[in-house]
T-cell receptor, first 112, second 114 residues
């Protein structure tokens, strides 16, 4: 079955610097790659997603890149702010499976 | 105004008991899910329903039984609770299963089995 590996498990960056989280998926049929942010005591919330027909997508300070050949995708957060501190999850899936598989999460801390 | 709601938010119970968690969504979505998040934050899908029909049943012990009375509600009943069932359970909903899209998560139910 599909497996999603996520690195690093923890990441601490200085406020204003960039943060990068990387994921690898195993199933070449995967065509949907969302990223979720989970704040303490809350459910995960989608922050950005990308489909396999594009290689990059950007939304203000957040960008996601996808390399289908290498089965890698990454989340980039620029100009980090204290409110970016949270656990981030990548996920992948394909429509006929009707589900997404989550990575193990990255706890991002922003140092003031 | 809540999109996906769950009750209760906290549940503390003893081994061997039976308990239920309820979930409701007002987004008009056809698909609903139950996820389990363990102490290490791993988020694992348990069940998925599309328009009241079970479409995903991962390798979950049959002590767990989901029920969907209508497409806006998905409940989870757990029999003979065990220590290992302690976790946070999240309900989520999305558009029809045939098109993967954003999943909207509830606030979670923290289950503690003593």
């Amino acid at each position: 079955g599909e497996n999603v590996e996520q690195h690093p498990s923890t990441l601490s960056v200085q406020e204003g610097d960039s943060a990068v989280i990387k994921c690898t998926y195993s199933d070449s049929a995967s065509n949907y790659f969302p990223w979720y942010k989970q704040e303490l005591g809350k459910g995960p919330q989608l922050i950005i997603d990308i489909r396999s027909n594009v290689g990059e997508k950007k939304d203000q300070r957040i960008a996601v890149t996808l390399n289908k050949t290498a089965k890698h995708f990454s989340l980039h957060i620029t100009e980090t702010q204290p409110e970016d501190s949270a656990v981030y999850f990548c996920a992948s899936g394909y429509s006929s499976a009707s589900k997404i598989i989550f990575g193990s999460g990255t706890r991002l801390s922003i140092r003031p | 105004d809540t999109a996906v709601s769950q009750t209760p938010k906290y549940l503390v119970t003893q081994m061997g008991n039976d308990k239920s968690i309820k979930c409701e969504q007002n987004l008009g979505h056809d698909t609903m899910y139950w996820y389990k998040q363990d102490s290490k934050k791993f988020l694992k899908i348990m069940f998925s329903y599309n328009n009241k029909e079970l479409i995903i049943n991962e390798t979950v012990p049959n002590r767990f039984s989901p029920k969907s009375p209508d497409k806006a509600h998905l409940n989870l009943h757990i029999n003979s609770l065990e220590l290992g069932d302690s976790a946070v359970y999240f309900c989520a909903s999305s558009r029809p299963a045939g098109e993967l899209s954003e999943q909207y998560f509830g606030p979670g139910t923290r289950l503690t089995v003593t």
